[in-house]
T-cell receptor
Framework: NAGVTQTPKFQVLKTGQSMTLQCAQDMNHEYMSWYRQDPGMGLRLIHYSVGAGITDQGEVPNGYNVSRSTTEDFPLRLLSAAPSQTSVYFC?????????????FGQGTRLTVV | LAKTTQPISMDSYEGQEVNITCSHNNIATNDYITWYQQFPSQGPRFIIQGYKTKVTNEVASLFIPADRKSSTLSLPRVSLSDTAVYYCLVGDAYGGSQGNLIFGKGTKLSVKP
């Protein structure tokens, strides 16, 4: 099973550029989310989705957009990259059942904005 | 969502048992306690979760006292490969926005030979 797949694994952007981080899961999970992790810090929630067509903001949504047109895919768009967005980005998915249900994380995308 | 407090770091030696305690004084009735493990350059991985008393799986044990205001993750006979950050999370078991995983800084466990 592939689980949660993120692409690309590494990316360097110039300030002001835009890009989309891809996330796909093959477990038919309804719930998907995006996190960023800065050095030495825990993960912070950017956006999440409880099902196709439904998205909502997390703790740090500014500068990011998401959409959820299918159950499988949950792309994260950086509208105009800034050095403050240099971070490692993780996508996660889980089935219904709230926190009591195991969440699966992708391997992460390491983004550098110069 | 209940706030959690856990030590920032812990050191241990191979073969020892490690206990990491997490405080969650304002845990709600519907809340579960869940622990995740994160190795460097990897996403977090689910270890164990529980609601009350004791839960054990092939990786760890989770001890939860009757008042549920704290919990202890126990790793038996750690090895070098257990060096990681361990996160304690507390939240609603029933999904939706209340089911968001909110991570703190976790406990960085360093296992030495």
């Amino acid at each position: 099973n592939a689980g949660v797949t993120q692409t690309p694994k590494f990316q360097v952007l110039k300030t002001g550029q835009s890009m989309t981080l891809q996330c796909a899961q093959d477990m038919n999970h309804e719930y998907m989310s995006w996190y960023r992790q800065d050095p030495g810090m825990g993960l912070r929630l950017i956006h999440y989705s409880v099902g196709a067509g439904i998205t909502d903001q997390g703790e740090v949504p500014n500068g990011y957009n998401v959409s959820r047109s299918t159950t499988e895919d949950f792309p994260l768009r950086l509208l105009s990259a800034a050095p403050s967005q240099t971070s490692v980005y993780f996508c996660a998915s889980r089935g219904e059942g709230g926190l009591g249900t195991e969440a699966f994380f992708g391997q992460g995308t390491r983004l550098t904005v110069v | 969502l209940a706030k959690t407090t856990q030590p920032i770091s812990m050191d241990s030696y191979e073969g020892q048992e490690v206990n990491i305690t997490c405080s969650h004084n304002n845990i709600a009735t519907n809340d579960y306690i869940t622990w995740y493990q994160q190795f460097p350059s990897q996403g977090p991985r689910f270890i164990i979760q529980g609601y009350k008393t004791k839960v054990t799986n092939e990786v760890a044990s989770l001890f939860i006292p009757a008042d549920r205001k704290s919990s202890t993750l126990s790793l038996p006979r750690v090895s070098l490969s257990d060096t990681a950050v361990y996160y304690c999370l507390v939240g609603d078991a029933y999904g939706g926005s209340q089911g968001n995983l909110i991570f703190g800084k976790g406990t960085k466990l360093s296992v030495k030979p």
